[in-house]
């Protein structure tokens, strides 16, 4: 409202100067019509009032006839940015003087500068859609490499399933033993779990890619949280041939999000069990210290190449963009990493071929009052805080005193 505001009164300022300047040279050829009048003897015919009518109403009608040229061009030029807009282009057509030649830059002159508040905003919008364009394309880019990535996972493990599943078909023509049959179902429920984890990832990626969604925190006992997980995956029948342990120093609660941290740590666990062969020992372990609480998940199996690792311990802004870089493996260790950073955490992986992996994990601790102490640390922060006004005022008004060393105050920050 201020803006239109200013432009109006902008507008009204600018029809009083042109009216005081229409007055202005009404008078000036008013006054050479005096002394040429003599001098030229055709304008000997013309009487003062005639001339007086005559020349004021062709001053007002110049003066009008600028005055409404100087409203239509910006009109006009902002008519044609808001048509640009609409059809995709978003920049700032050219803008041009009163003589037709373009501006250079993105300076305002008259009769643009009349309605400045109009353009300026028009400028911001401009740029927030060219923003917003560049955001689109990024992302279309990164759904693209995404859904490339996804069909690579999704074509293995259905190669696998439909391998066995037509040697079991075709059970006439081979003499399969009863070992042989049960060791293609075992597979075949194998790479059948892992669809369903890669499906379940794709849609908690989607779910939560991008989005700020609130985090539904509770405080909760992580050592036997993080137990029950690894009891979960360890009871699989598809996790029998490997070995687990679990080993914490005690227990510690923990405010999170329970249902993102359990998916997180199961997806760890789960491609522990998946991706190394069989007799793998995987172990979790929880520890903490005054900073706060670290998870670990280890294995002894194939491990991770170097560029995978890379990768995964890159920082990225969104799960798209991550999972756009890993195309082909890693999303639910993506999804693990962005669902730990929510809750201001933070993973790495540290891996070596043919030498296993550990995942670190590990949360701060939220700073807050023992609530044993009661109203004691209220008291002191507030003492703390006088103590310390006190100091600057003091040495304010007697700095010769506490620079030779006579006072000296120490504050401790207690966190």
């Known amino acids: 409202m201020t803006g239109v505001l200013r432009v109006g009164l902008r507008l009204l300022l600018f029809l009083l100067a042109l009216f005081v300047g229409a007055v202005a040279v009404w008078l000036v050829l008013f006054i050479l019509f005096l002394f ?45 940015w808001l048509k640009r807009l609409a059809q995709g282009h978003y920049d700032e ?53 995404w859904i490339a ?5 999704l074509k293995t493990p259905l190669a696998y399933i439909r391998g066995y599943s037509s040697m079991i078909a075709a059970a006439d023509q081979y003499s399969w033993s009863t070992a042989e049959i049960i060791q293609f179902g075992s597979l075949m429920e194998q790479k059948t779990i892992q669809v369903e984890q890669l499906i379940e990832d794709m849609n908690a990626s989607y779910q939560l890619d991008g989005s700020e969604a609130p985090l539904s925190r509770e405080s909760t006992e992580m050592a036997r949280f993080i137990r029950q997980i690894v009891t979960d995956v360890a009871d699989h029948p598809l996790a029998a041939q490997h070995t687990f342990a679990f080993n914490t120093a005690g227990e510690k609660c923990l405010d999170i999000d329970q249902r993102m941290i359990r998916r997180a740590l199961h997806n760890l666990l789960w491609n522990a069990v998946i991706h190394n062969p ?25 491990g991770i190449d170097a ?25 639910g260790m993506v999804l693990a990493k962005d669902f730990v950073t929510r809750h201001g955490g933070t993973m790495t992986v540290h ?17 807050r009052p023992d609530p044993s102490l009661g109203c004691w640390p209220v008291f002191y922060y507030i003492g703390n805080y006088c103590v310390g006004e006190f100091y600057l005022i003091f040495t304010f ?16 920050d207690m966190r």
């Not at 005559?54 to 007002?60: G, I, K, N, R």
């Not at 995987?282 to 194939?302: C, F, K, M, P, S």
């Not at 311990?313 to 195309?327: F, I, P």
């Not at 010769?400 to 504050?411: E, K, V």
């Open 36 to 80: 040429m009048r003599d001098l030229v003897p055709w304008l000997k015919g013309f009487r003062y009032m005639q001339f007086q009518i005559w020349s004021f109403l062709a001053v007002c009608l110049a003066a009008l006839a600028f005055y409404l040229w100087s409203l239509m061009k910006p009109v006009f030029y902002m008519l044609t």
């Open 93 to 145: 057509p050219s803008r041009s003087n009163w003589r037709g030649r373009p501006l250079s830059g993105n300076q305002l002159k008259l009769p643009y500068t009349l309605f400045r508040e109009i353009i300026g905003q028009m400028s911001m919008l401009t740029l927030a859609l060219q923003r917003t364009e560049k955001e689109r394309r990024e992302l279309d880019e990164k759904r693209k490499s």
């Open 149 to 153: 990535g996804v069909r690579h996972d």
């Open 278 to 302: 069989a007799g793998c020992h995987i172990e979790a372990e929880v520890y903490w210290d005054q900073h706060g609480l670290t998870v670990e998940i280890r294995d002894n199996g194939t």
């Open 307 to 331: 560029e995978t690792l890379e990768r995964l311990n890159a920082a990225e802004d969104d799960v798209l963009s991550a999972r756009a870089r890993l195309a082909g493996s890693g999303l």
């Open 351 to 367: 891996s070596k071929l043919q030498q296993g992996t550990r995942i670190t994990l590990f949360f701060c601790f939220e700073s």
């Open 397 to 412: 008004l007697y700095p010769a005193a506490t620079s030779s060393g006579y006072y000296s105050l120490h504050i401790k």
